[in-house]
């Protein structure tokens, strides 16, 4: 188990970023084993959660638990880069309001601290008459969700913009942006530790009790009566606890009497990655017009920060929730996803798409015959394999995707004292930070803090 020392400057920072945090042990400057809030996850939401809630309330202790031996490691670290603008989601939802507000803050933190990004815009592009409708109503859904600057461009504003693209009419927004989401969640980190915050990797939260006292004159069991276990058998105790588990943020919430609904489930999305001599034909983000009959969005083109272009990806359900290769399996994760009513529903509801999503997978041109009906001059020889990412898609027990945020508490007198972050949908990254404001907000109300 490791701790980040309090006070660890930018250059310290970047360095330890250079060559992956927590490589190696560092000195514990300050060692408590009881502390009033901690926060369960080490993602970019668990860290952006934590920096507000230390921001707000900076009397308090506060430690961020992780189980890995890095932060952002998991879907924080494997994500496609964007940050988005809230186009696609309904008006109204937590879910739209979120991601606007989280891009503006988003943008703006960047710019304080000196992290790079690039506005290079997105085109939702219609490459069939039948699309068209579809992507009219999806810029009118974006101008109800008050995403700024889109427009409807035709055939010709469209190769004006990318050249090597085609299509008939598309939308443009060009706020949409590009960004490395782990440096980002670094960064929260670092904000949390020099304003006082401690974070334990490798520290895996097997289960939360009531504190139970450890001699006759201890008041650590009133005063923290929240005793959170490792799975190495150590423990901390405190007065209050929010997860932000992620893909296993169903199993947490759990721990203190949730219901197992919503359920998540693991798909994992394989990307290609475009050749260096071929980035010429990709300016921006291209994607496709949302088919309403499909669960996931479809194949896309996505520039990185560090100047690769990430083409896909499939989506396939994963045998492991940490799976990232095809042959990753773990029994419990796959027993929980076949066994579970929902996933049986959405495999029944989509057999045909997941097969063709498998076989995408499988075959590298299957996948480029999807790309090439936005930029026909791309071939299988201009590709190569890439990264894979696992999603944790939260799901009903009757197989509908559950696509907007889900906060829960528990039961009995453990249920009180804890926040649970049951679902954080895509795009989270993008939106960490109003996220972030919207737990402290609910924290605050809950804990009385």
């Not at 490395?180 to 304003?195: G, I, K, N």
């Not at 929240?226 to 209050?240: F, G, M």
């Not at 989506?315 to 492991?320: D, E, H, I, P, T």
């Amino acid at each position: 188990m490791m701790v980040i020392p309090v006070g660890f400057g930018r250059a310290t920072s970047l360095l330890i970023k250079r060559f992956s945090w927590f490589q190696a042990d560092c000195l514990v400057r300050r060692k408590h084993s009881s502390y009033d809030v901690a926060i369960v996850g080490g993602g970019i939401v668990g860290l952006a959660s934590a920096r507000e809630l230390i921001q707000r309330h900076p009397k308090l202790n506060y430690i961020l638990l992780e189980k890995e031996k890095e932060l952002a490691f998991h879907q924080s670290g494997h994500n496609s880069g964007v940050i988005h603008s809230g186009i696609y989601y309904t008006p109204g939802s937590l879910k739209a309001k979120l991601c606007v507000r989280g891009a503006e803050l988003s943008y703006a933190y960047c710019e304080k601290k000196g992290i790079p990004y690039k506005k290079c815009g997105k085109l939702i592009v219609a490459v069939e008459q039948e699309e068209i409708p579809r992507l009219k109503a999806l810029h009118e859904r974006g101008l109800q969700n008050n995403v700024q600057d889109l427009s409807l461009i035709d055939a010709k504003e469209i190769q004006e913009r990318e050249p090597y693209c085609r299509g008939l009419m598309a939308l443009d927004s060009p706020n949409t942006g590009i960004v490395d989401w782990r440096e980002v969640a670094l960064s929260y980190a670092e904000d949390f530790c020099e304003m006082g915050g401690t974070i334990k990797t490798r520290f895996e939260a097997t289960d939360f009790q009531i504190t139970k006292e450890s001699h006759k004159d201890s008041t650590d069991g009133l005063k923290y009566p929240i005793t959170i276990r490792s799975s190495k058998e150590t423990a901390i105790q405190c007065s209050y606890v929010v997860t932000c588990g992620g893909l296993y943020s169903d199993r947490l919430s759990q721990k203190s009497g949730c219901s197992s609904e919503p359920h998540i489930v693991p798909f994992r999305g394989d990307y290609l990655v475009l050749k260096p001599e071929k980035h010429y034909l990709v300016k921006g983000n291209i994607y496709p017009v949302p088919d309403p009959k499909f669960p996931f969005l479809g194949v896309h083109f996505t520039p990185r920060m560090n100047g690769s272009v990430w083409l896909g990806p499939n989506a396939v359900l994963a045998f492991k929730r940490e799976g990232y290769n095809v042959f990753d399996f773990d029994l419990r994760d796959f027993t929980d996803a076949v066994s579970y009513s929902g996933v049986q529903k959405l495999v029944l509801k989509n057999l045909v798409f997941g097969v063709n999503e498998m076989y995408r997978g499988i075959v590298i041109a299957a996948q480029v015959k999807q790309l090439q009906r936005y930029i026909p001059a791309l071939t299988v020889n201009d590709v190569s394999r890439g990264p894979s990412g696992v999603r944790a898609q939260a799901l009903d027990k009757d197989g509908n995707l559950v696509d907007d945020f889900v906060f829960d508490g528990g039961s009995g007198a453990i249920g009180s004292r804890v926040l649970h972050v049951r679902n954080a949908p895509s795009p989270a990254a993008t939106s960490s930070l109003a996220i972030g404001e919207i737990i402290a907000d609910e924290a605050g109300k809950r804990f009385k803090l």
